[in-house]
């Protein structure tokens, strides 16, 4: 399903500027995959560009991994209110987008547990799963997506760092 600039799929629509499609190579075989737009992706249209992204930007080159070379999206395309997590109908109204967004992937890491949970469907313990890589079915279509901290995490909890790097180690093998 492609990617309506005027999407009214959930609630969400009322309160956005715009919708935020992925950034990054599109075609390329690794996505990240995070949350939902902040505000200042609402703003700019492009995912992970606000104090997130800044630290996700440091830690991919840390990595050696080209932000352009990846695909990067969420998993809801419009910014909840107050930034709130998305709900269950909001990231059910957004899956079809997702699942297009990941269909020629081969290895998603998944920014935080509720990218992680919405990917695996099932509740997770960040501190059991941190850079475990699942096998998952999307539409039909197989992936492996590693689970890690979001970018934020690393501004609170600076051990959550080292993890995200690795992570972000991990898709520079798959590319």
């Known amino acids: 399903m492609p990617l309506d600039p005027e999407c009214r799929r959930c609630p969400l629509c009322s309160g956005r500027t715009q919708v935020v499609p992925p950034s990054g190579d599109l075609r390329s075989k690794v996505a990240l995959v995070g949350e939902a ?22 830690l991919m080159a840390e ?3 080209d932000r352009e070379k990846v695909m990067i999206t969420n998993t809801v395309k419009c910014r909840p209110p107050e930034n709130r997590r998305p709900t269950g109908e909001e990231a059910s109204s957004c899956r079809p987008h997702l699942a297009e967004d990941l269909k ?8 935080g547990l509720s990218a992680a949970e919405g990917l695996l469907g099932r509740k997770l313990v960040m501190s059991e799963v941190a850079n475990r890589t699942f096998d998952v ?26 993890v995200l790097r690795d992570a972000l180690r991990a898709a520079v093998a798959h590319l």
Do not use: N, W
């Open 37 to 58: 737009p902040g505000a200042q992706e609402d703003q700019l249209g492009r995912p992970f560009v606000g104090r997130a992204g800044r630290t996700l930007d440091k």
């Open 63 to 65: 990595a050696g991994l």
């Open 104 to 111: 020629e992937k081969t290895f998603v890491i998944a920014l």
């Open 137 to 162: 079915e999307l539409d039909g279509h197989e992936l492996k997506v590693m689970v890690t901290y979001h970018p934020s995490a690393c501004i609170y909890r600076p051990q959550a760092k080292d």
